[in-house]
């Protein structure tokens, strides 16, 4: 017989030791860990996927630092609810208590003056803020209240680690240890939780349960038989919101505008923000598209621009036409790429120096010092066009940009191949 408590709840780890993955941030001598031993940290975003151990993570610094914990989630929590808890806070700091800490889940869901009513009490020091998002807090969260934070970024959990809770759970959690489970095949659990901690441990639950207290061999046939996923359902805060999200972005990405258009109906129905659908399109718009066709970028930010004047349910319309658009548009990512290719090589090698001949030469000593020389005008010359090295010394012939195989990147490509010949040759 199942337990009334979630196997996800059951195997919360309620101490640093027992917490899975972030390894870079709360490993031994890493620098949250540190702030935590010397029960001194700061205001923190957490940012990272669902299910990498957020809400977990700030259980173990509360439970750690012995501190009082109040926790709400942006979802059905409002203005009323900071100010209750600030409140409190308050009273606890007049009885020379422990400062609290507050955890918000889904910071990003809280409005601007949601987030404004939170940062008086950070300011201060009633309360340490914890806030945790799945998105960009960079956009998500107000500057004001950003620059009182440290941003912590957390990743997804590998393939071992996942595999290991797992083991874990069945190794330890009395329930499951009495059905004599063993695992044959792992793929089938990993792929449905989709990296996802809490959606793995629950899809392992489901798993014993179906097996009615009888002996049970894992495999991936049993996994996928007894998993029945209800996919007519969108819930906006729980795991369709990121399935549908991904599926919504792929049917871009793969050129259906039937499949895109009826994901983008599953999200509006399920009553998704208008703007996160238009915010997506203007990622997609660059990253998918690109160079292939500016005028998805185009389209995609007066989207945005026009979403947020009207919203709904006229919005609904200008988000089909944006995404029947981008679906059947021509796809590139070399831009994405190329911007990836960059920042790589940027951590590779340093901080490399301009080439003089392109630095700029405001002040007559900079001058003397060969700032500018033989730098050539390209607009003083045939087609505005001269060649002349702007890479670092160390990066010279170094490509990053490859021009997609479409009409428009193609005609790029022969342009930068006139007038580069070999370094665009590819």
């Not at 609290?100 to 987030?115: N, T």
């Not at 998002?133 to 997804?156: D, G, K």
Request: aromatic residues 8%; neutral net charge; proline residues 4%.
């Amino acid at each position: 017989m199942a337990t009334r408590i979630p196997l996800a709840e059951r195997m919360r780890p309620a101490s640093i030791d027992g917490y899975v993955g972030q390894q870079h941030i709360i490993g031994k001598g890493a620098v949250l860990r540190n702030a935590i031993q010397q029960e001194s940290i700061p205001s923190m975003i957490l940012w990272g996927p669902p299910g990498v151990g957020k809400t977990t993570l700030a259980f173990i610094i509360s439970k750690q630092l012995n501190r009082p914990f109040f926790s709400l989630s942006a979802i059905n929590s409002g203005v009323k609810d900071v100010r209750e808890v600030i409140d409190k806070a308050e009273k606890l700091r007049n009885f020379q208590q422990e400062q609290p800490i507050l955890f918000i889940d889904e910071i990003h869901r809280f409005s601007k003056s949601q987030q404004d009513s939170l940062l008086g009490a950070v300011e201060r020091g009633l309360v340490t803020l914890i806030g945790a998002t799945t998105e960009n807090p960079s956009f998500e969260v107000i500057s004001a209240l950003l620059s009182r934070c440290q941003v912590y970024v957390l990743e997804p959990l590998s393939e071992e680690e996942l595999i290991g809770l797992v083991d874990k759970a069945l190794s330890e959690d009395d329930y499951l240890r009495a059905q004599q489970v063993t695992v044959k095949e792992y793929d089938a659990l990993l792929r449905l939780s989709g990296g996802d901690a809490r959606k793995l441990l629950n899809v392992l639950e489901l798993v014993v349960n179906a097996a009615g207290g009888k002996p049970l061999d894992i495999t991936n046939d049993f996994v996928l038989h007894q998993v029945q996923q209800n996919m007519a359902r969108y819930d906006k805060t729980g795991d369709q919101h990121y399935d549908i999200i991904s599926a919504f972005i792929k049917s871009i990405r793969g050129s259906d505008p039937n499949a895109a258009v009826y994901w983008l109906a599953r999200m509006i129905e399920g009553g998704e923000d208008p703007l996160f659908i238009a915010r997506r399109l203007l990622i997609l718009a660059s990253e998918d598209i690109g160079n292939a066709n500016p005028n998805a970028l185009l389209l995609a930010n007066s989207c945005f621009q026009a979403v947020n004047v009207i919203g709904w349910p006229e919005a609904r319309i200008i988000l089909s036409q944006t995404v029947t658009y981008l679906a059947s548009s021509a796809k590139s990512n070399a831009s994405y790429d190329a911007i990836n290719k960059a920042q790589a090589l940027v951590r590779q090698t340093g901080d490399l120096s301009v080439p003089l001949h392109i630095r700029n030469a405001p002040t007559k000593l900079m001058k003397q010092l060969n700032y500018g020389q033989d730098y050539r005008y390209a607009h003083a010359y045939e087609g505005n066009f001269v060649e002349q090295e702007f890479m670092p010394d160390a990066l010279v012939g170094t490509k990053l940009y490859d021009p997609g195989k479409n009409p428009a990147e193609e005609k790029m490509r022969e342009k930068l191949r006139q007038n580069w010949k070999d370094k665009y040759g590819y």
